[in-house]
Structure formats: structure tokens, C-alpha cells
């Protein structure tokens, strides 16, 4: 089983619409997460970060954490063409160590 | 507020020849961290530099080693090269104790 999955895509949503990225995790202790976005060929972004379980929002971004079920979410309202990217998770683990471990990323199309 | 930087952006190394990667931090930040992203994958973790010393270690041989300077700034170093070594090398800097980093634009690295 992989430390942190996600669906590879592509998710093809039209502009306007809400795209819902997913990701799970395998190690409870885990305590931070994050969502990053790539652009083909450029470094990752940080988009925001979630620690307590629930929702956060920041714009039209919205993540969402439940730790019972060791999932975390990213909603984006509004889809823009702009938006296209690949988003990654990244979960930081057990307390004492400073490495974070990256999902594949899922590809996103919002379709104009 | 000057971000992460990295040199180079690109370079093309001969398998068996050796690569150093230079990275300067965010303004203010003290601790980096190197990554390696192939093709179609998330970025996995090198190590972690923080006053000057190793403070962590991904699962990486030892052809792959660092440097962190007094200022901060750090080198990652890979020796006799392989082919698989080619991919995106990205350098991320944070704040000791902080819990998030901020990646450079990356080195990409073609081994061939």
C-alpha cells in the first residue's frame, strides 16, 4: 500500500464547475497536510495547509480532513481554465521527522 | 521577498560523471530540504539540512550527499550517474520548527 494515494486523472471538470481532489493516507500519526499545484514543467506550489480535522477555506479553495478515515480533500469552486494542473498531496508524518511524502498528483482539465 | 533559488535550471550529464545542484533559501528561512521528482511521480525526499548538518535522510544512496553552508545555503552532490537519476531536483526551503516548505523553480537533470 502507498504511503499517500491519489487518483492520477485526468479529472475533467468544465469552467465554473467544482473540481473534488482526493487523497488518502496510511499512516495515523500523520499530522499535517498539504496541497501543492504543478504546472507541466515547473516547480510545486503551495496552495494550503490543513492540521486540525474539518474544513478550511481560503478563496475558492476548501480543504477538508477527516482523520478517522484518513482522507484528506481539495475542493476548487469556481473552476477557471487557469486552474489546469497537477495537484499534489503531501502529508508530513509522525512528529520528529522533517520529511514530507508526496502523492503521485492528480491531473486536472477544466475545460473552457 | 526573494524566494527560493536554484542553479542551474538545466544541465546534461554523461552517466558516470558527477552533478552538483546549488540551492539559496527563502529569505529568513534556515532549514532545506532536497527532493527528487521523476517523470509522472510525486517529488521524493533526499534529506534535510539545518545548521549546517544532515538532520534526516530519505531513501537514497549515498552517491547522493549535501552541504549546507553558514549562510544557509546548501548543494546536493550525486556521484557516478545513472540513467534513473535523471529527473527534476527541487530544493525547499523552512523555518526551524516550521512546518511548511516552499520549493525553488528545480534543476532539471538529463543523464544520458
Known amino acids: 500500500q502507498k504511503e499517500v494515494e491519489q487518483n492520477s486523472g485526468p479529472l475533467s471538470v468544465p469552467e465554473g464547475a467544482i473540481a473534488s481532489l482526493n487523497c488518502t493516507y496510511s499512516?495515523?500519526?500523520?499530522?499535517?497536510f498539504f496541497w501543492y499545484r504543478q504546472y507541466s514543467g515547473k516547480s510545486p506550489e503551495l496552495i494550503m495547509f490543513?492540521?486540525?480535522?474539518g474544513d478550511k477555506e481560503d478563496g475558492r479553495f476548501t480543504a477538508q480532513l477527516n482523520k478517522a478515515s484518513q482522507y484528506v480533500s481539495l475542493l476548487i469552486r469556481d473552476s477557471q481554465p487557469s486552474d489546469s494542473a497537477t495537484y499534489l498531496c503531501?502529508?508530513?508524518?509522525?512528529?520528529?521527522?522533517?520529511?514530507?511524502?508526496f502523492g503521485t498528483g492528480t491531473r486536472l482539465k477544466v475545460l473552457a | 521577498d526573494a524566494g527560493v533559488t536554484q542553479s542551474p535550471t538545466h544541465l546534461i550529464k554523461t552517466r558516470g560523471q558527477q552533478v552538483t545542484l546549488r540551492c539559496s533559501p527563502k529569505?529568513?528561512?534556515?532549514?532545506v530540504s532536497w527532493y527528487q521528482q521523476a517523470l509522472g511521480q510525486g517529488p521524493q525526499f533526499i534529506f534535510q539540512?539545518?545548521?549546517?548538518?544532515?538532520?534526516q535522510r530519505g531513501n537514497f544512496p549515498d552517491r547522493f550527499s549535501g552541504h549546507q553552508f553558514p549562510n544557509y545555503s546548501s548543494e546536493l552532490n550525486v556521484n557516478a550517474l545513472l540513467l534513473g537519476d535523471s529527473a527534476l531536483y527541487l530544493c525547499?526551503?523552512?523555518?526551524?520548527?516550521?512546518?511548511?516548505?516552499?520549493f525553488g523553480e528545480g534543476s532539471w537533470l538529463t543523464v544520458v
Open positions: 490543513i492540521y486540525s480535522n
Open positions: 529569505s529568513g528561512h534556515d532549514t
Open positions: 525547499a526551503s523552512s523555518l526551524k520548527g516550521g512546518n511548511t516548505i516552499y
Open positions: 539540512y539545518y545548521e549546517e548538518e544532515e538532520r
Open positions: 503531501a502529508v508530513n508524518s509522525i512528529s520528529g521527522t522533517y520529511k514530507y511524502i
Open positions: 499512516d495515523r500519526g500523520s499530522q499535517s
